[in-house]
Nanobody
């Protein structure tokens, strides 16, 4: 079974930076797209950024120019570098991956979430 474990959340002042990491573990799986979503209190979960296994990226308009998504395929890890953070970036950030598991079944996997709080 594939699992995602996030790290790197915390409290930061507006204008500061944080780097989130998400590592996938399991046996005999292959990862297609990896992404970061976020959910603020009282709001729906929304896509922040995604990166396909060919390196193509996509960003939400609200984070373009401030956030950068990257991945290390050898480590099955995706990163989100967040710069120029704003109070409205405060949310629980979730890692996502779609994979083919050891039985070649398509799966969508979510991490447990990591809280990012940006103070004004």
């Amino acid at each position: 079974q594939v699992q995602l474990v996030e790290s790197g959340g915390g409290l930061v002042q507006a204008g500061g930076s944080l780097r989130l990491s998400c590592a996938a573990s399991g046996s005999s799986f292959s990862i297609n797209t990896m992404a970061w979503y976020r959910q603020a209190p009282g709001k729906q979960r929304e896509l922040v950024a995604e990166i396909r296994n060919n390196g193509a990226t996509k960003y939400a308009d609200a984070v373009k120019g401030r956030f950068t998504i990257s991945r290390d395929n050898a480590k099955n890890t995706v990163y989100l570098q967040m710069n120029s953070l704003k109070p409205e970036d405060t949310a629980v950030y979730y890692c996502y991956a779609d994979v083919f598991d050891e039985f070649h079944r398509y799966r969508e996997v979510w991490g447990q979430g990591t809280l990012v709080t940006v103070s004004s």
